[in-house]
């Protein structure tokens, strides 16, 4: 139980969206919705937990800059994870432009409240 209490901060392997099935039924029949520079595709799953997905769109700039943008958005899902509900399957999608981890956490934050998906 301890160990299980630290690890509450972490990102961990088992809250990641690997499968490319997954991606595309999430795109295909999750609900979405969408802020200046990002969307959020979500759907409800079984698992009990959540689980997240950083994909980006094509021409998204070289290896470095989607490196960055994808560890920017892992950071800002590790943040916000203990104020969201569980049960869910995210896509969290980013566009090319303001990148940075300011703007990529008001851009979360946003999202999940437009969703419903932060804890009342």
């Known amino acids: 139980m301890e160990t299980e209490l630290l690890k509450t901060g972490f990102f961990r392997r088992c809250e990641r969206i690997k499968n490319p099935a997954d991606f595309k039924s999430l795109f ?7 802020v200046p520079g990002a969307k959020l595709f979500y759907a409800e799953n079984t698992l009990g ?20 943008s994808k ?3 892992r950071e800002v899902y590790r943040l916000f994870k203990t104020h969201l509900n569980t049960g869910y399957d995210m896509l ?22 437009k969703a419903g ?3 009342k």
């Open 28 to 34: 295909k029949n999750g609900k979405k919705t969408g």
């Open 117 to 119: 998906l932060i804890k």
């Open 49 to 68: 937990k959540n689980r997240i997905g950083f994909p980006l769109p094509r021409g998204y700039g070289n290896a470095v800059q989607r490196n960055l």
């Open 92 to 113: 969290f999608l980013v566009y090319p432009g303001n990148d940075s981890f300011s703007t990529r956490c008001v851009q979360f934050r946003l999202l999940c409240e």
């Open 71 to 73: 560890r920017y958005s």
